[in-house]
């Protein structure tokens, strides 16, 4: 089962942190409209196709080809976002993160723990694989600071190939100055960390992660945001086996430290081997040249694909064929 976990965060709106808060009138149906590709071959939540400010794809529409090429069951959990997604989803919360540089991030976080933990009761006992995925713009910082605060140093990748490092090592000053803590200073607090300076998609994610039986093999679909709810589950007290999967794009970016949180936190890690790099579609070309890289669960996505028996092959070329229908739709 694939579940995408969709949520919105004030932060987002802080200019030049997210390219999807580029457009801080459109940044609300970011994550909605990711979630709709789920179940449509663009959204429906929104008129514009799923693309960021400089014309490149959403990597939702890998998660797309990935899901049509292997048939596996997929959902949706909205956990905190201003506009609910056209397709069907379940809804825990629709208030947003708040800005964690003057207040904490999610002060209803036992509620969205509680009803993430009862969805999680519901998991198809038949299904013995959960693949738990994100939209959420902003994301990165937040994962960031999750990290910092449970004593995990080191950078997060970006959705485009310009990382804004130094306003995101801001908001951690910031951040850290209202809470009078250092690195590691929320260490051993859980799930109240992430209420302070996280956000509601890694509340929910870590708190239905650690309520599957532990006969469920559990996969976070995505790069340094499930690396901060990997880190959540462990100072929880979750020791079952985590594998984070994304892409290689992520992999690669020297600012994502995947593979350095990986061993800290001890979990194991995948790296999808896209390669768009002969693509005619310059939207899908570009992501070779460092935007984009992850979102949707596109790297986890093309894992269960290839479980399930897909090739990369099928996977890409389901990708282009999908592009090439949203454009010539307009």
């Known amino acids: 089962m694939f579940q995408l ?8 709106r802080i200019p030049g942190l997210s390219a999807a808060g580029a457009n801080v009138d459109v940044l609300p149906y970011t994550a909605p409209a990711d979630a709709d590709m789920l179940f449509y071959d663009r959204p429906k939540v929104a008129a514009s196709l799923p693309f960021d400010p400089f014309g490149h794809p959403s990597p939702a529409i890998v998660t797309r080809a990935s899901l049509l090429e292997a048939g596996f069951a997929a959902g949706t959990v909205r956990v905190g976002t201003s506009i609910a997604p056209a397709s069907p989803h379940v809804t825990i919360s629709e208030a947003v993160g708040r800005d964690m540089r003057f207040e904490p991030a999610v002060p209803d976080f036992e509620k969205i723990a509680e009803e993430a933990a009862e969805l999680a009761s519901k998991f198809d006992k038949n299904d013995k694989c959960a693949v738990l995925a994100e939209s959420v713009p902003g994301g990165t910082t937040t994962a960031m600071l999750v990290l910092r605060a449970l004593g995990y140093h ?17 908001v951690w000053r910031d951040t850290a100055e209202r809470l009078e803590i250092e690195e590691g200073g929320l260490k051993g607090y859980g799930l109240s960390a992430a209420a302070e300076l996280g956000d509601p998609m890694q509340i929910a994610v870590a708190a239905y992660a650690a309520a599957l039986p532990e006969s469920v093999e559990v996969t976070l679909a995505g790069g340094t ?3 901060a ?6 100072d929880m007290g979750v020791k079952r086996d985590l594998l984070v999967a994304t892409t290689k794009y992520v992999h690669i970016d020297p600012t994502s430290c995947l593979e350095e949180y990986a ?8 790296a999808a081997p896209l ?23 596109a790297g ?3 894992w269960y694909a290839q479980r399930l028996g897909v090739s990369m092959e099928r996977i890409q070329g389901r990708t282009e064929t999908l592009y090439e229908k949203m454009l010539n739709e307009g």
């Open 229 to 234: 709810v990997a880190a959540i589950l462990r």
């Open 263 to 270: 061993a800290k936190i001890g979990v194991r890690w995948y």
């Open 154 to 170: 080191g950078t997060v990748s970006s959705a485009g190939p310009e990382n804004p490092l130094a306003l995101k090592e801001s």
């Open 225 to 227: 945001q499930m690396m």
């Open 5 to 12: 976990f969709i949520a919105e965060t004030e932060l987002a």
């Open 275 to 297: 390669d768009f790099s002969r693509s005619r579609f310059k939207g899908l070309a570009d992501y070779e040249k460092g935007f984009i890289k992850e979102g949707v669960g």
């Open 300 to 302: 986890g996505a093309v």
